[in-house]
C-alpha cells in the first residue's frame, strides 16, 4: 500500500499564531492531495485539496503547499482559533485508481 | 442536505454475533466506501463500490461483506464478530466515475466494540 506519513504526531500552538502541519508520500505517481480534518467523535471533515500541477492553494484561512521534489505536503492555518483544535490528516491519490491513502494524524492544540 | 449518515453510532457485539452498519449519502454520490479507523493508525479501506451494482475489496476487507442496496445506500455486514474487529467505522461517498477531482465526504462514525 501507499505510506503517508506525518512529521509530527502533536502540535500545539498559542491562539492567534500561525499552524503548520506537514505530511510525507512516497508515490510520485499520486496526483491529488486532500486535507482533513477531524474533531474528537466526528467524521473527517474536507479542509481544502490541491492538484499535483500546482504548487499552492489557499483557502479561507488555510493554505496547502506541495513540493513535489521531495514528496512534502504542508497545510498552514493562519491565526489559529480554539475551534482549529483537531486531528489533521493527509491523503493521497494515486493516478492509477481511485483509492484514497490517508496518513496518521497530527493532533493540533490550540492553547487559548 | 444530510451528507452521509450511519447508523447506528454505537455497538456493542459479543464475539460471534453479527450485525449491519447501515449508510447513505443524499448527493446523488455515484462511489461509496467504508473505512475503519484504530488508534495510532490511518483510515484504512475495508470496501468500496465504485458504483451502483459494483464493489471490491480495499486494504482490509477479511470478515466483512457489503452491499451497495442501490444508489444511495451502502451498508458494511460483519458475519461472526471478533474483537480485532473492535474499531471505529466510517463510511464515505464521493462523485466517483472518472471525476478528476474526486473528493470524498464522510460520515460521522460507528464506534464498534465486540467482546
Known amino acids: 500500500g501507499e505510506s503517508v506519513g506525518l512529521h509530527l504526531p502533536t502540535l500545539s500552538v498559542q491562539e492567534g499564531d500561525n499552524s503548520i502541519i506537514n505530511c510525507a508520500y512516497s508515490?510520485?505517481?499520486?496526483?491529488?492531495f486532500i486535507w482533513y480534518k477531524q474533531e474528537s467523535g466526528k467524521g473527517p471533515q474536507f479542509i481544502i485539496d490541491?492538484?499535483?500541477?500546482?504548487d499552492k492553494r489557499q483557502g479561507q484561512r488555510v493554505t496547502v503547499l506541495l513540493n513535489k521534489t521531495v514528496k512534502h505536503l504542508s497545510l498552514q492555518i493562519a491565526a489559529t482559533q480554539p475551534g482549529d483544535s483537531a486531528v489533521y490528516f493527509c491523503?493521497?491519490?494515486?493516478?492509477?485508481?481511485?483509492?484514497?491513502?490517508f496518513g496518521t494524524g497530527t493532533s493540533l492544540t490550540v492553547i487559548p | 442536505n444530510a451528507g452521509v449518515t450511519q447508523t447506528p453510532k454505537f455497538q456493542v457485539l459479543k464475539t460471534g454475533q453479527s450485525m449491519t452498519l447501515q449508510c447513505a449519502q443524499d448527493m446523488n454520490h455515484n462511489s461509496m466506501y467504508w473505512y475503519r479507523q484504530d488508534p495510532g493508525m490511518g483510515l484504512r479501506l475495508i470496501y468500496y463500490?465504485?458504483?451502483?451494482?459494483?464493489?471490491d475489496k480495499g486494504e482490509v476487507p477479511n470478515g466483512y461483506n457489503v452491499s451497495r442496496l442501490n444508489k444511495r445506500e451502502f451498508s458494511l455486514r460483519l458475519e461472526s464478530a471478533a474483537p480485532s474487529q473492535t474499531s471505529v467505522y466510517f463510511c464515505?461517498?464521493?462523485?466517483?466515475?472518472?471525476?478528476?477531482?474526486?473528493?470524498?465526504?464522510f460520515g460521522p462514525g460507528t464506534r464498534l466494540t465486540v467482546l
Open positions: 491523503a493521497e491519490v494515486p493516478n492509477t485508481g481511485n483509492q484514497f491513502y
Open positions: 508515490n510520485s505517481a499520486s496526483d491529488y
Open positions: 490541491i492538484r499535483s500541477n500546482m
Open positions: 464515505a461517498s464521493s462523485e466517483g466515475l472518472g471525476v478528476k477531482v474526486d473528493t470524498q465526504y
Open positions: 463500490s465504485a458504483s451502483e451494482g459494483t464493489t
